[in-house]
Each structure stands twice: as C-alpha cells, then as structure tokens.
C-alpha cells in the first residue's frame, strides 16, 4: 500500500476573502491535518467579530471522548492548539461564539490505524462460494431503451437476475457503435437511504460518464434492487416498510445479513459488464460517496478486475472501532442492543477493512477530518489495507455534508479537482 497526501493550502488573499464570509476561521500548520510522530500540530482561529471576548471551544478526541473550555479572545488570532504530536489520535475542536461556529480537525499518524476486529478466517471462501453461485446462475436481462437525444449513445433502464432477493436494477449506458475490446467499465454506487433523490439511479448519471474520454459501458446502480423511475410513493413505502433500517436487517447471522445482497449485486454487475465484447479488459472504475463508497471500496476489495475507485467520505469501514476506543462509520452496527461476541462473528464479513486486504486497486479517497459519520481514523484503517495505490485528499473542514460552505472554492480547487481530474485521465 502506498500512500499519496495531497495539501489543501492557504494563502493569505484566500484567508482574507474567507474572513469577509465567515464569522469564524481556522488555520493549522499542515493545512490538510495530517501529521506524524515529531511533528508541531498548532491551529488557529481567527474570529471577523473584533469586539468577541470569550470563545468556547468543544473538543473531541477519537470521535469518541469531549472536554470543553472556555478562552479569551483578545487580538487578532487565538492559538488553541501548539503541542509536538507522536500517538495516533484524532481531534476536532468546534468554536462558538454568540454569532459564529466553526470547526477543523486533524489526524496523526493515519498510517498506523487498523481495524477494530479480526478478520475472518473463512472470509475469501465465504465470498468465493457468492462467486460461485452468482456464475452458476444463468444470465437473464430485461431492458427498456430510454429516449435519448444523442445518437451517438444508447442507455437502458436494465434488470439483471441475481441470487439475492432482488435483482440488479440500475441505468445502463454506453456509445452506440463502439469496437470490441475498446471501452473502459464505470459503475457509480449511491448514497444511503431509500427515498431520497440521491438514492435513485437516473439515466443521466449513466450518460454522463458514458460521454467521457473515447466512451464507456456505465452502470449506475441502485443499491437496493428497487424499481427504477416509479412515483414517489413506492419510494416511500418502501423507507417506511420492507427497507425501514435496512442496514440492521440480518446483522446476527452472515446469510441473512442485508449487505450480503447489497454484494452480491455489485458482484452480478461486474461479472456482467466484463461480459460484453466492448469490456477492453483492462480498466474497471468504481464511483460512490458514503454508502456508494463503501460499496466502491467492497468491489475494488472482492474483485480483483476493479483496477481504480474514487470514494467520497466512504462508509461502510472498520465498524469494529467501536471496540477499540474510537467511532466506526456508519452504520455503527456494533452499537446494536446485540450479543457482542455474535456481531463479532458476523459483522467482519462485510466490513471493507476487511474485504479490502491485498486489493491493488488504486484509490483515490476524499476524507472529511470533521466527519462524524464516517470517521477519518475509520476510513485509514480500511485504506491501510490494500496493496495498490492510495491517493489520499483529506478536507480538515469537512463534515459528512458540507456544513461550511466557505470553504467550498477551497475543496473545488484542491479536493474535487483531484478526484474528478483522476477520472478523466483514467478514462481518456
């Protein structure tokens, strides 16, 4: 595994423009918040409102344990933070004053988190007989063409059969005429939830990447099996039904576990894709953000074809941190009101920190170091993982959604470049 940090600098116009928009503003002496042993951590906050007198700051170390101070402010800049930092820790402090909040974190030694349970030992042949079973089944497909304006282009609202209780269901395109061996594979995962419009798969997701470079054979999936472009209503049904706390169902037993069909999905729709004559056989990229990255991360750690993901705040990582002193990510299964020793001896199977050792994909992750949902020492200690190539971008101002949206024109320029410049390059 090798690891790539990419800085998120400042200058002093953009913190002067910043200060204009933002009632509170931090900066710190590695300004994308990752340190390692011997290294001064000092971070600073700025306040736009001079006649301040009193900040009160919550800190929280680990995602876990918080103490609260309180510090006079008095200048033009207040040192909250000045130590030498050697043990692996993480830390966010949130500042308010009458007027503003603001927050920043910052991680140390990101390298040297691992997961917070074992793996298992069965794991490679638990998942091969998934395999088995999935080419066992005879291929079926049922397709209905979407109108579409480009006729260079051709997407399908697609079902694939499947093992699991619900097929493939998702939008598939690709270009019209295109010769045999010549297309690269994207898949694009969605976010939690059911109902949600973020949940959905559209066909102009798939177009769009379809569209990139020299044309792709794009699969946007949706995570649930769910029939696509219903009314609303099923959706919501649905939430308030038979996926109401999804992520909860079958978490004692592993062949009852929800994400063992979640998979087994994105397996059935891998193995398809690799099927069409157009596959170059080469290039096989992943695409999610928070649930969508954690099921990027599954497929880049279960099939070995995957050659790259890009993964935003990812989940799905190191639930067993909990265990440890630290905060998995989402969907903190270890938190339910179940027998310890039975989530440990189901759960790991379908934890990417597990699923993830020895992939050679490479991964280019986005991490928000104020992310309370999936938490950055969680995300490491998946990426800590893997064989291939790690590109990490970290955002010390990030939450799981953008709560500061000062800081947007800084991660367009330093953190979403990154990851959508890696895109087009890969399938140029």
């Not at 116009?13 to 204009?20: D, K, T």
């Not at 079958?250 to 690799?274: P, V």
Request: with cysteine; glycine share 8%; proline share 4%.
């Amino acid at each position: 595994m090798k690891f790539i940090f990419t800085s998120i600098l400042f200058c002093f116009i953009s913190l002067h423009s910043l200060l204009q928009a933002q009632g509170i503003l931090f900066s710190q002496s590695h300004e994308n918040g990752v340190y390692h042993s011997g290294d001064r951590a000092r971070v600073v906050l700025s306040i736009k409102d001079k006649s301040t007198q009193v900040v009160t700051l919550k800190i929280q170390q680990n995602f876990s344990s918080y103490t609260t101070e309180q510090k006079n402010y008095t200048g033009d800049s207040l040192v909250i933070f000045d130590q030498v930092v050697n043990e692996p820790i993480t830390l966010v402090w949130e500042a308010r004053t009458k007027t503003d909040s603001g927050w920043i974190g910052l991680i140390v030694n990101p390298e040297s988190y691992q997961p917070g349970t074992k793996r298992p030992a069965d794991l490679e042949s638990f998942w091969n007989k998934q395999k088995a079973a999935l080419r066992a089944l005879p291929v079926k497909v049922s397709s209905v063409e979407e109108p579409n304006s480009d006729p260079a282009f051709q997407c399908w609202n697609m079902e694939i059969n499947c093992i699991s209780a619900k097929p493939v269901r998702g939008y598939f395109a690709k270009p019209t005429k295109a010769a045999a061996k010549s297309l690269p594979i994207v898949i694009n995962f969605h976010s939690a939830g059911v109902s949600g419009d973020w949940c959905k798969s559209k066909p102009a997701i798939a177009m769009r990447y379809a569209q990139m470079g020299k044309g792709a054979l794009v699969f946007d999936l949706n995570a649930h099996g769910m029939l696509n472009a219903q009314p609303q209503s099923y959706y919501d049904s649905l939430d308030k039904g038979e996926l109401f706390r999804y992520a909860q169902i079958g978490i004692t037993n592993k062949d009852e576990s929800y994400f063992l069909g979640m998979y087994q999905r994105l397996l059935r729709t891998i193995d398809y894709l690799t099927s069409l004559p157009e596959w170059d056989g080469k290039r096989i990229l992943v695409i999610g953000e928070s649930q969508g990255g954690g099921q990027s991360l599954v497929a880049a750690g279960l099939d070995n074809r995957v050659t790259a993901a890009v993964v935003t705040v990812p989940a799905m990582c190191d639930w067993g941190g909990t265990l440890v002193g630290r905060k998995g990510s989402w969907p903190y299964l270890f938190e339910a009101k179940q027998d310890r020793s039975v989530l440990e001896a189901n759960l790991p199977y379908f934890d990417a920190a597990h699923l993830l050792k020895d992939s050679k994909a490479t991964i280019v992750a986005e991490i928000g170091l104020i992310d309370q949902t999936c938490p950055s020492s969680a995300l490491y200690a998946a990426l800590n993982q893997t064989k291939g190539k790690n590109i990490i971008v970290t955002a010390p101002y990030r939450a799981h959604h953008f709560t500061q949206s000062v800081y947007k024109g800084i991660w367009e320029a330093h953190v979403n470049k990154v990851k959508q410049g890696f895109i087009y390059e890969y399938l140029r």
